[in-house]
């Protein structure tokens, strides 16, 4: 089983970024997902999550209304759109999968991806 996060990369603050989660050895579909971050220092932090079917969304408040959290099983990805990024933002994101239903604990998600490091300049 590998998630492979990627998009992350160095933008202005005010601007935007789209990062992917591309799932591997499993049925995606069965699959909640969680994006998740981390900043030096920091304990990671639930940002968004989705339901295996993608009918049902969640965000933290820190993300509501500038992030959105979408996917398509079809190709057994998942995405983040990050928009109007802050400096606040910076830091390494990480997409992680769990059976059936999400969760906005990451102790509870069982598959992890790499991370992929997002910095926003001010």
């Known amino acids: 089983v590998q998630l492979q996060a990627s998009g992350g990369g160095l933008v202005q603050a005010g601007g935007s970024l789209r990062l992917s989660c591309a799932a591997s050895?499993?049925?995606?579909?069965?699959?909640?997902l969680g994006w998740f971050r981390q900043a030096p220092g920091k304990e990671r932090e639930f940002l968004a999550a989705?339901?295996?079917?993608?009918?049902?969304?969640y965000y933290a408040d820190s993300v509501k209304g500038r992030f959105t959290i979408s996917r398509d099983n079809a190709k057994n990805t998942g995405y983040l759109q990050m928009n109007s990024l802050k400096p606040e933002d910076t830091a390494v994101y990480y997409c992680?999968?769990?059976?059936?239903?999400?969760?906005?604990?990451?102790?509870?998600?069982?598959?992890w991806g790499q991370g992929t490091q997002v910095t926003v300049s001010s």
């Open positions: 992680a999968g769990r059976l059936y239903s999400y969760s906005l604990n990451p102790a509870l998600y069982t598959y």
């Open positions: 050895g499993l049925t995606f579909s069965s699959y909640a």
């Open positions: 989705i339901s295996s079917s993608g009918g049902s969304t």
